[in-house]
């Protein structure tokens, strides 16, 4: 899957207000395979910890993450879940079709 206007548009704005206003940076960048899958795991401290993994790592890869399931049960709010490349788990229990979309995402060379 591709990013989408609205994700572009956020994650370019996000990252001017963090970089400009709150002076985040993002070190070790280089690291990051320019192709080829890749998984980029973070230590979740808080729900915004996936978006701003995706501002970090965008636009060398178009991150998927998986997120919790009920972030999808609005359905406009599911279509930009999606389409910002979230994959809807199951956190009560084994979710084999979370894990087969994230596969099926490495198995693409994606991120």
């Keep these: 899957m591709k990013p989408v206007w609205h ?3 956020a994650n370019g704005a996000i990252r001017a207000y ?10 070790g960048i280089e690291n990051l395979p320019r192709t080829g ?3 980029v795991a973070v230590n979740h401290i808080s729900a915004v910890d996936s978006p701003l ?8 890869r178009f991150p998927h993450y ?5 972030l999808f049960r609005i359905p406009w709010m599911r279509e930009i ?7 809807p788990l199951n956190r009560s229990r084994g ?11 490495l198995e693409a060379e994606g991120c």
């Design 81 to 87: 879940w999606k389409s910002w490349g979230a994959i």
């Design 18 to 27: 963090l970089t400009a206003v709150r002076g985040v940076s993002v070190e």
């Design 53 to 60: 993994t995706s501002i970090a790592v965008y636009p060398r």
């Design 95 to 105: 979710d084999l079709g979370a894990i087969r979309s994230a596969l099926a995402v």
């Design 7 to 9: 994700f572009r548009l």
């Design 37 to 39: 899958r890749v998984i």
């Design 66 to 70: 998986l997120a919790k399931e009920e």
